[in-house]
């Protein structure tokens, strides 16, 4: 079984930076996509960024220009770099290995870990 621990949340302003990772133990995913996804109270989980097993990106419009998804094969781990951060951005980040194609897939290979809370404050 996978375990997904995600970190690198924290408080932080609008405009600000934070870089987030995600490491997976449990088996290696260098051959999976994996992405990630955030959620606010009262909303379904979204798939912001995607990555292939090839480096191939894929991001949501909300987040298309700010964000950065990368992937570290030998640590097991993948990243999000998110720049100019805003208000909306406010949730709790987790990542996973989503499964089926695009961006609107809800379902993941992997159960949940426990998320990095992501607050942006005026």
């Known amino acids: 079984q996978v375990q997904l621990v995600e970190s690198g949340g924290g408080l932080v302003q609008a405009g600000g930076s934070l870089r987030l990772s995600c490491a997976a133990s449990?088996?290696?995913?260098?051959?999976?996509?994996m992405g990630w996804y955030r959620q606010v109270p009262g909303n379904r989980r979204e798939l912001v960024a995607r990555?292939?097993?090839?480096?191939?990106?894929n991001y949501a419009d909300s987040v298309k220009g700010r964000f950065t998804i990368s992937r570290d094969n030998a640590k097991n781990t993948v990243y999000l770099q998110m720049n100019s951060l805003k208000l909306e951005d406010t949730a709790v980040y987790y990542c996973?290995?989503?499964?089926?194609?695009?961006?609107?897939?809800?379902?993941?290979?992997?159960?949940w870990g426990q998320g990095t809370q992501v607050t942006v404050s005026s």
């Open positions: 996973n290995a989503p499964a089926g194609y695009g961006m609107g897939s809800p379902f993941t290979l992997w159960s």
């Open positions: 449990g088996r290696t995913f260098g051959r999976n996509d």
């Open positions: 990555i292939t097993s090839s480096d191939i990106t």
